[in-house]
């Protein structure tokens, strides 16, 4: 078999994952050079930093879109473990901080490598612009794979979907597959909460390499989308999305039970990256 390889681009927020799993990161400081991730202190026993503390640990905070600041050390989830993936950051959204955080990563992508984005629903639905990314998908000379959308609209067949990819500009930038075209593969779910197994794309094999790039966005059943939604719902065949939203019940139409969608989401991006091996 093949050696398959993953890499998560949180392209919007400029953040990038080494990821095996749905840990949380452990790195949140922006680094003063993206090469190397950005160290943080110990985490402290109580929630707030003491005085004894210092400078150092009261600099590392959190500051929300409303303007408060949260100390690290308060933050449920925080972690020193070694095995956390872990998070660069670069503040300026443009093309070069795209390349120049990739290359931070020093990971390394192998023979034919496919770059997951979402195409973006017409009219007015966001998605990445191609003039953002397209140094990067350039510089690994990717493919821009997608699959068909289960809800009907604009991308539910597949021709419509390579019109939408051309008006919205990714066809400009490089070659683009609609991976179910010709159908969908099984992959296994091992130790899967609701699936045994998950349906993506017939030509999702054909790629040795995934760099995926996702943005951040509202979802009705999900809450909101990002790199979990985009290698299980994204990389979904229309039968697997339907098979993923109805929590492993059918292969048509589209919703369900929403708590059951979610573990389903959970297990479809367990398989993708199993298969593929993330780094």
Known sequence: MKKHR???FMALAMSAFFMS???SARDTQEPSTPT???QTPSAPDTEEPTESQGDLTMNHTLTTNGG???SLSALEHYTESEDAPAVYYLSDISPESMVEIYHALQWQPTGKVAVKLSTGEPPASNYLRPELIADLVQLVDGTIVECNT???GSRANTAMHYQVAEDHGFTAIADVQIQDENGSMTLPVENGTVLSE??????FADYDSYLVLSHFKGHAMAGFGGAIKNISIGLGSSEGKSWIHSGGTTKSGFGGDQDAFLEAMGDAGKSVSDYLGST
Do not use: R
């Not at 998950?198 to 030509?203: E, I, M, P, Q, T």
């Open 6 to 8: 993953l890499a998560f």
């Open 21 to 23: 799993g749905c840990s």
């Open 36 to 38: 190397e991730p950005a």
């Open 68 to 70: 408060a600041e949260i």
């Open 150 to 152: 289960a809800y009907g």
């Open 198 to 203: 998950n349906y993506v794309g017939a030509a």
